[in-house]
Each structure stands twice: as C-alpha cells, then as structure tokens.
C-alpha cells in the first residue's frame, strides 16, 4: 500500500483564530456596532426569555420595528472562533445541562438530544432540516378525530414559511412534493454516503424521496456566510456559520437595530403588577445576583421545558396553580417526536462522518393512510452520528460491550444511520410539573413525565420496519436499532377556548394581557417535520401582530383578532436579493 | 520471541490460525492513518481541546483508594485494550472520575436513577458483592474470564446478588450509564479514532470526497484482518444481531 500523502503544515502556518475583533460569528461576520445597555430599572417595552429560534427572531423584528427590547439567555453569548470546537466531547458546553427529572413508561432523554442552553437555543446544535409542516398537522381533530385543531391554518403560516426560508435560509430542491408543494431559494446540497443509501433504498422500494435538504445551511455563500464546508460536525455548533442559528441570522440585526442580548441571564419569576398584568422578569445574573428587568410587555421563549417551568414557579396571588394556568393546561400536552434510528452495516465503507448529518429524506408516509392501523404518518431522515454517538447508540442497538464495542466501532466507517420522525400525539398525561429538587440558583427544577399511547406504538412500529426494508433495499447486511426522540414541543398549547389552551392565535396568554410565548411550547400538535422553521415562522407572526397593535399591547384589555399585515420589510438584511432566483 | 500462554491468553486471535497476535500501537484496520498529522490544519479552539486529551489527562480525584481498583479493573473489561501496547492504551477512568467530580451530567436524571455519583458508589458494592457472591472473592483478585461473567449478570440485568442496591437502581439503567461513560471517554480520544478510521476534525479545511466511503487524500484505505477476542472472554458479539433489543427506554422494561 502506498503512504498516505500527509501535508503536516498549511502553507502560512497552523490556523489561529482572526484576532482583534471582541465577537465574531462565523469566520466573516463581526458585529461592529455597540450594543445597547438597559439598565434593570429602565421600562423597556419589551423583555424576551430565551434567545432561541422563536426569541431570536422576535427580538430582530421588534427591534428593527424600534421598540425597545431586551432578550434574556441563562447562557452564553456564543464566539463561535474561540468558543465551539470541532469536537462531540467538547461541544458538552452547546446544551441544556442542568438538572432535569425524567420518569413516565418510555422517559425522555434531554441536553444534547434536544436542549440548547446560549444565545441561539437549540438553533446551535439543531441539525437544520428545515421542512415545512403540511396542511393536515393543522386540522388533526377535523381530518382524523384526534388530538386537536390549530387555531391558525397552514394558509395562515405558508407566508412565513416563504419569507423565513430566504432569511436563514434554506437550501432543497427546486420541487418538494409534500404537503403544500413547493420549491426552495438555493439549490440542494451534495450528497453524502447515509443520503445514497436512503436515495437507493427508496428508489428500490417506490418510495419518493428528496437529495440535498430542505436543510437551513448554506449551499451557495451568502453575504457574509460562507457555504458548507462538508465536515459533519453540524450538531456541535457550526464553526463555518454555513448552517443558520438565530445567534448569525437575526441576532446581529437585532443588535444593529438597537436591542440587547443580556448573556448568562436565568430568568426565575415573571412578575406581577395585578392578576391580569405582568410589570417585569427577575432574573440572576451570571454571579448568582437577583435583577427585575421592568418591562411594559413580556415574552416567554424559552421552550418546552423551561417555559413551563417559568410559569408554574412564578404562581401568585391570582395564579395558585402557576401563571396563565386557570385552565390546568400549563405543562400539559408535552410532545416529542419518535426519533428511533436504524443503523445499517454495509460491505463498502460509507464514511458517515463526512456532510452535514441532514442531507436527504422522505415524506412519503407522513398522511395518515385509512389501510394503516394508525393515524398520521412519520418522515425518513438521514442521520450522521459521530463515533461517541454511535458507541451510545451500539450500545442499545447491539446489547455491545467489551471486546464486542470495540469490534463494532472497528465497523464504525462500513455504517449508514436512518432515523424515523414519527408524530407522536399530543396527551394530557404527558407533561412538565415541577419536582422537589432544585437547581444551582435554588429553582425547583422540570420534572417530566412521557408514555406513548396505543396509536404513537402502531405508528413507530411501522415507521421502523419501513426503514429497515429501505436499509436492506439499500444493500445492509445488518440492520439494528435503538429507540429514541426527538424534539420537544407543546406544554403551553395555543387555542381558541381559554379552559383548553394556554394561549391564543398570536401567543398571547389568555389570562395576561402583556404576556406572550413564542416557542415550540404553543405547537397543539407537531407533524412529522422538524420544528425549527415552524417555531421562526410563529414567531414573526406573532412580531407582526404586536407591531400592528403597537401600545395597544401595552395598556388595552380589549384583544383585536385581526390578522397583522405580512412585514417582508422587516426580514433581515439581504433575504431578497441572493440565493438562486427562482419562481414561487 | 516465544511468549507463554498466561501471558497471550488476553491476547486477541488471529481468526484463521487462532495463533495470538501482539499487542500493537495501534489497532483497527487503518494502519498508518494519524488523525493528529493534520492538526495544523484545525482551528486553535479545536486544536487545544483534542492535543489536552493527549497530554493532560486528568487526576483522579472522585473515586477512593478503596474503590479505585475495583472500577479500574471493571473499565478494563467494559472496554479492554490488551491489543494496545502499554504506553498507547487510552485513559478512561480519569474522563470519568473527571466528569464525576466537578459533577458533570447530561441535562437530566431518570426518575428511578440516584444521581450519579451515588450511582457509582452503589455500582462498585453491587459488582463486589455479586463477585463474593458467585465466586467468594473480590473482584480485583478474578481472571479476566470470571470478572467478565460477573459483569454479565449486568449486562444482562439478571442479577444474582446485591439485590438490595439493585432494587433502589435500577441494574439495566446502571449498566447504560457505565458503558456511555466508558465509550464516551474512549472514542474521544484521537489514538480510537486512528483505529476507527475516523477523519476526526476538519475545520477549516473541509472534506471533498462525500460518497462511495472514499478517504481524502491524508486518510488510509482500509485493510482488513479478521480476529477473535481473547479466549479469557465474554463480551465479544458472536453474530449479528438481526432483530432489533430494546434497551432501557422505558422504566417498565427494567424492573
């Protein structure tokens, strides 16, 4: 055999970051303006909980409106240069790693699977598939006799989805197929060796199947945004600022129009001027002090944990059982999608590690089908995880141990990795109360409770013997499999009727004037789609709607439910002059 | 050299001529392939985070004296490294001790789980006390083959003894959290990933050649041998498995 070519050194000498700039984001974005500093006691109109994909984009929106905002994260204000790492044991500081309780028959598991702790959330590690809900996830109760309605349509949403995918945006083909057919602003990406298996067991088999997204990473470079380098480390932060978090999509603009991003900031009660409104958020700071940002309006973003656990720790006078939760829904109707991967050995290597973990999928199943003996459906994925992941995963997969392990990670390069992602239903009984134990700031701390019911077990059977048929199509030898999910949302469900949902069509509680949610928590139910897109899509709905109302929001009783005008104005910087032109 | 047979019975085989082969530097199928050769094309951030796993490994400062032998000689088996020379076998106890002493977790606690420095100290009695119970020593003082059989009744959630510990933890869940923590440390570590084959961090320089497994120009082509595990043990995968375990996913299937 030959030698390997080995360039020990770059030309110019090893990479060190750029020096000389305080935040850099990505290697060509700086942020050359001064941020603004509010102190505690000023009023701001607005005070955001969490800085992830919903409260990322609110605070761009409200700020370029020019309102006064501040957005709270309990963690850091990520230097993706001097901060991520290109690295799966290193990356541990992305997550949500603070204490959670986790119980029910089939409990979930959180930090790196679905929980993003810093200014962009859960956008840092997500894996950026980008799709859109279909028309049917928001009619379950009409279509299917299940779960419940939205009280918006899709038809409602369709005009964010188009603006938000040329804002971050994403790259897929110029047809998809499913739900509400459509195209995307940049072309697909290159395909890797999990997207030919999935590509060659779905053309075996019949079953449709798109190459190359849709995924919110960049094919083409973009302003100041690089295009994807290939190196699959996606889910540890993305060094090359190719994949979209808010943290490099709206979080600069929201800064250059004004607003504050106050790092390492825990929220730990909502405050209250009377029963039905708000005045401000307390918060420690990251020396463990107590602050009260005032506040003529608040909103909560922090997702399905946390925003649950806010409102039942700030119970008061008014609101024994936790705020806005006369109704008992707060915490109630938790959902995670069943996110099972099929792990597949081949006899020629595949090299997983290499392009971004999502590249290719399948709605092909995600209607519910009468033939079935289930309702809904579920998406095919593909999935790239790096070898700790795929040691944990053998671990269930393949009962693998000892000598066994290392024999099977030998194997690491000859396997493909296929996940289902199957909706799960949303039931009362899965739910985010609050346990005895408390946190380091002495917070009683989320305690979650998740049983799958009869129709989510029919519908992930199937969905997992319909991926192992697409891995043996593909050619697998071997095909195994380890339980899991994927995804939080719900726990403060939006709908029409007070006695049922937590809030309303725009996000706002019915039971606070001046308190809004705008995360993943409002979903009534969540599709087989990944919900980043949607949770940004919401989220500039509900931008609009309190742009339109203005200081009505901040004083009026009465609630107007006309829908706001579309503010495409209002998207950040440079959605509508790149990306490859195509018609919509 | 000839060498004795007390001396290559934790040895792995040669799988056709069953003839022991020696502990190498590094193991795996990608001989010659150093992930660290490319480490000037990392980025600084990623560069020091890799290099300290090489040359600063971490004290330990969790476990006790007392029960420092008993978790090494476990870790030895959960992941053993008798085909690595002495001085390339890679640390994983003191990633764990590590993790455990400035009390690291991954963002949550199963409902029926001790936390997990409680769950360790539990741990380490239970697997001392099936060893007393099914061999009338301790577990430090087994042949490879007997500490492998005691940490199969874990593996397989079928516990002989220690049935007080195992009733306030649960033994399946117990033994996810040992092995994540073991596999965790290991693959970690760039000398696995030259066993791998993995091409390790590539930013900025990218990778170029997406499909068909093919390597960039500074990775190996993989060559194969086929070996048997050590016969002084258990835990080898004897054939694929073809139907789909469940783990402990729900708390129903671990009581």
Known sequence: ?584 | MTNTESETKNWIRDAKTRAPLAPKKQPGYYPGYQVMSQKAFWDAATRKVVEDRLYRVPPIRFFTPEELPTIQAVVDRILPQDDRLPESKIPILNYIDERLFEGRIDGYRFEDMPPDREAYRLGIQAIEETARAMTGRGFTELDPLKQDEVLQTIHDGKPVAAHRIWRQMPIRRFWELLVGDCVSAYYAHPWAWDEIGFGGPAYPRAYMRLENGLPEPWEVEEQRYEWLAPVDSLSDVDEPATTARQGAGGQKETH
């Open chain 1, 1 to 584: 055999m030959k030698d390997p070519i080995v360039f020990k050194e770059p030309i110019g000498g090893p990479f060190a970051p750029p020096q000389g700039n305080k935040k850099i984001l990505g290697p060509l974005q700086r942020l050359q303006t001064r941020m603004q500093r509010f102190a505690d006691h000023e009023v701001v109109d607005y005070c955001i909980v969490g800085l992830g994909a919903g409260g990322g984009v609110l605070l761009q929106r409200l700020a370029k409106a020019g309102f006064r905002v501040v957005g709270l994260d309990a963690g850091p204000f990520w230097d993706s240069e001097r901060d991520w790492v290109s690295d799966e044991k290193g990356s541990h500081k992305l997550y949500w790693n603070d204490l959670r309780i986790t119980g029910g028959e089939d409990p979930l598991t959180f930090g790196e699977n679905n929980s993003g702790k810093g200014v962009g959330g859960s956008t840092v590690h997500w894996a950026a598939f980008a799709p859109r809900f279909h028309p049917s996830d928001f009619r379950v109760r009409t279509e299917d006799g299940v779960a419940a309605d939205w009280p918006i349509s899709y038809w409602d949403l369709k005009p964010y989805y188009e603006l938000l995918e040329r804002e971050i945006p994403v790259a897929g083909p110029a047809y998809f197929p499913w739900g509400d057919p459509h195209g995307y602003p940049y072309g697909p990406h290159p395909m890797g060796g999990v997207g030919n298996v999935l590509m060659k067991g779905c053309t075996k088999l019949g079953i449709g199947v798109c190459a190359g997204g849709p995924v919110a990473i960049n094919s083409g470079s973009r302003g100041d945004r690089p295009h994807c380098i290939y190196r699959g480390f996606c889910i540890q932060g993305c060094k090359v600022g190719a994949k979209a978090s808010t943290l490099i999509t709206h979080i600069p603009e929201a800064i250059r129009y004004g607003a504050e991003v106050r790092e390492l900031s825990m929220a730990f009660r909502i405050s209250m001027r009377n029963p039905r409104w708000t005045d401000g958020v307390f918060y420690y700071d990251r020396d463990g002090r107590e602050h009260f940002q005032r506040a003529k309006a608040v909103i909560i973003a922090a997702y399905s944990v946390e925003t649950p656990r806010l409102l039942l720790n700030s119970a008061c006078p008014g609101h024994e059982r936790g705020l806005a939760n006369a109704s008992g829904t707060v915490g109630r109707f938790l959902m995670a999608q069943a996110g099972n991967v099929l792990l597949g050995r081949f006899a020629e290597p595949i090299r997983m590690y290499k392009a971004p973990p999502a590249h290719a999928m399948s709605e092909h199943f995600y209607e519910t089908d009468p033939k079935r003996d289930f309702v809904r459906g579920f998406a095919i994925q593909t999935v790239g995880p790096l070898p700790i992941a795929f040691a944990r995963q053998m671990i269930k997969a393949k009962d693998a141990w000892g000598w066994g392990m290392r024999r099977v990670m030998m194997d690491y390069n000859h396997w493909a990795a296929l996940g289902v992602l199957g909706e799960i239903l949303p039931w009362p009984d899965n739910r985010i109360t609050l346990a005895e134990e408390k946190d380091q700031y002495g917070i009683p701390v989320a305690k979650a409770h998740f049983t799958l019911h009869e129709n989510d077990k029919r519908l992930t059977r199937f969905a997992v013997e319909k991926v192992k048929e697409v891995l043996y199509a593909a050619g697998a030898e071997e095909v195994v499999e380890e339980s899991r999910y994927a995804h939080l949302v719900g726990a403060a469900r939006m709908g029409h009727d007070p006695a049922e949902s937590v809030v309303d069509r725009f996000g706002r509680t019915h039971e606070v004037h001046n308190l809004f949610i705008a995360d993943g928590s409002v979903l009534p139910t969540q599709g087989s789609a990944n919900p980043g897109l949607t949770i940004m899509c919401l989220a500039a709905r509900t931008a609009d709607y309190l742009i339109a109302q203005g200081t009505r929001i901040f004083d009026s009783e009465k609630r107007d439910w006309t829908p706001p005008p579309i503010r495409k104005d209002l998207a950040v910087k440079g959605a509508f002059t790149t990306g490859i032109p195509r018609l919509f």
